[in-house]
């Protein structure tokens, strides 16, 4: 046999009885007795639960579990009105100060804000706001709401310059004052410190020197940005002093207000102190060569300019200061867009002098105390008409600061303060940086880089403002295109803070009265034959 194959013979070795298993720990058999009693328990629940519905119905067959559940009724109030609901109450996470613009996009709370309350609360540093946001996404809007709620706080609201007009109707369903001011229409002097201005000798001798300084300083930056409009270039330095000669003369030697005639007139005579400003020496062709240029910005500001007398006469219609207030100039037209800045910034220095003259009347006793909310709409266009006019309105919103008014700037984007000089775009870009409050709605996704740059804002805002930006999707069956997706909706930005998303909500009333497409719906009515928004069918 081979070796594989040999058996040895003999005794076979025994084999080993089995250990006895270890009995179980007294703990092991408590654990395994409580998951007995565990998994009873859970089969005994199941049967139970068999026999009533979850929380989206009866969820087994024959069965109809619900798909969407409806949240339960929510009701906002005061601690003293809910104070019995308790313990079914929630206290707010945003604060309640402020004008109630709508509800916060991701918690449903409301949201309100606005500059003046926020300033005097001591939650921003300066009562300023910027708005920025593309055409049709409710920027007006925001600024309505602020505007229709401020009145009952006291705050009234001054729309310096309504060019749709947005506001107009608004302002009189408050009891406010319209001014209507255009070719034909209506004047606004440049020179009219406004209605405030024949109060100010009963000051104290020192208040009385400062405000005075105030309304020559808004006055002067206002004539000299109507001459530098018609020349469509700036004046030489020897130019604004001259011109600011000739208003010191005038208010010295003029009765009442003086008009565009008046100052043109005083630069013709060669008056004693002009001529030393001009240095002509005694020279009158020395004279005549160095105003030539000032006086014919002059005679262009004058009724046979090109702006006819809208300028060149006095003030039609003053201003009154105890409720809201609308400068109506939508009657010139979108092409004549000197004319509109020109407009701007008059009714903007106008509006401008008579509030700050009011603080100083109210500081002394002399007035009642307001408090005003000064709107600053289609600040691009001012912007868009010459590129010096940048300087004249941050000298104009510079001095809004220094008295504590209250000021809202509006306009579309970034690409408006982007002006033909990097000097001219960093003062634009300036008006957003120096605003406590900035408003954010939809913007296309180019303008990203510049925003970053100014307002400090992470990737998820990011996103929801270029989402914002979308048009409105077409209906399939008559192809009119609906309303963009980001309309009413807008990221509130304090400093460095996370943003506040909102989508603004208005009122029935509010919504009829701030209905800025309705022309165009009356005409889209009269084609199809039903009755227009004034109730008479064409």
């Given at each position: ?90 206290g707010m996470s945003s604060q309640v100060i402020g004008a109630p613009l709508g509800r916060h996009l991701f918690t449903g709370a409301t949201v309100c804000a606005d500059p003046v309350s926020w300033f005097l609360a001591k939650l921003i540093s300066s009562p300023s706001l910027f708005v920025l946001a593309l055409n049709g996404r409710g920027k007006s809007s925001l600024i309505r709401r602020m505007a229709a709620v401020m009145p009952a706080w006291g705050y009234i609201p001054m729309i310096l310059s309504d060019l749709k007009p947005d506001y ?369 069918a064409s």
């Open positions: 046999m081979s070796a594989l194959g040999t058996v040895r013979r003999g005794k076979q070795p025994a084999q080993q009885a089995p250990k006895k298993s270890a009995k179980p720990p007294k703990s092991t058999k408590k654990r395994q007795r409580g998951l007995r009693v565990a998994i009873r328990k859970a089969l005994a629940g199941r049967a139970e639960a068999h026999d009533r519905p979850g929380f989206r119905g009866w969820n087994r067959p024959g069965g109809g579990p619900a798909m969407h559940v409806e949240a339960a009724p929510e009701y906002r109030g005061t601690s003293v009105q809910v104070c019995g609901l308790w313990p079914f109450s929630a107009s109707e608004l302002v009189t369903a408050l009891g406010g004052q319209v001014i209507t001011v255009g070719r034909g229409r209506g004047n606004v002097n440049p020179l009219d410190s406004g209605p405030m201005a024949d109060m100010l000798h009963r000051l104290p001798e020192r208040e009385r020197r400062e405000a005075i300084a105030d309304m020559e300083g808004r006055r002067l930056n206002v004539m000299i940005g109507l001459c530098e409009l018609v020349r469509k270039g700036p004046l030489e330095d020897f130019e604004t002093t001259l011109l600011a000669r000739a208003l010191r003369v005038l208010d010295r030697e003029h009765e009442g207000v003086p008009v565009m005639r008046d100052v043109l007139d005083i630069v013709l005579q060669r008056h004693p102190d002009l001529a030393a400003v001009a240095q002509d020496r005694g020279d009158v062709g020395r004279y005549a060569d160095r105003t030539e240029r000032l006086i014919d910005a002059l005679i262009a500001l004058g009724e046979d300019g090109p702006y006819g007398d809208t300028f060149a006469r006095p003030t039609s219609t003053p201003m009154m200061m105890d409720r809201p207030v609308s400068f109506d100039i939508s009657s010139v037209q979108n092409e004549d867009k000197e004319l509109q800045a020109g407009l701007q910034l008059v009714c903007w220095s106008y509006g401008s002098s008579a509030i700050s003259a009011a603080k100083f009347l109210a500081e002394a006793g002399l007035a009642p105390r307001r408090v005003y909310f000064m709107v600053f709409d289609e600040l691009w266009r001012a912007l868009n008409a010459s590129p010096l006019m940048v300087d004249r309105i941050d000298e104009l919103t510079r001095l809004n600061r220094q008295r504590v008014l209250a000021q809202a700037l509006i306009t579309h984007t970034f690409a408006d303060l982007t002006l033909a000089t990097e000097e001219a775009t960093k003062k634009a870009r300036g008006f957003v940086e120096r605003s406590s409050m900035v408003c954010l709605g939809g913007l296309p996704e180019d303008e990203m880089t510049t925003l970053r740059k100014v307002v400090p804002v992470t990737r998820a805002e990011e996103r929801l403002i270029t989402d914002w930006s979308m048009p409105g999707d077409r209906d399939p069956v008559t192809g009119e295109a609906g309303a963009p997706p980001g309309r009413g909706k807008f990221l509130l930005k304090i400093g460095r803070e996370p943003g506040t998303p909102l989508e603004v909500e208005l009122t029935g009333l509010e919504a009829e009265v701030n209905d800025t497409n309705r022309h165009w719906k009356d005409v889209i009515a009269s084609r199809r034959g039903e009755p227009t928004w004034s109730g008479e």
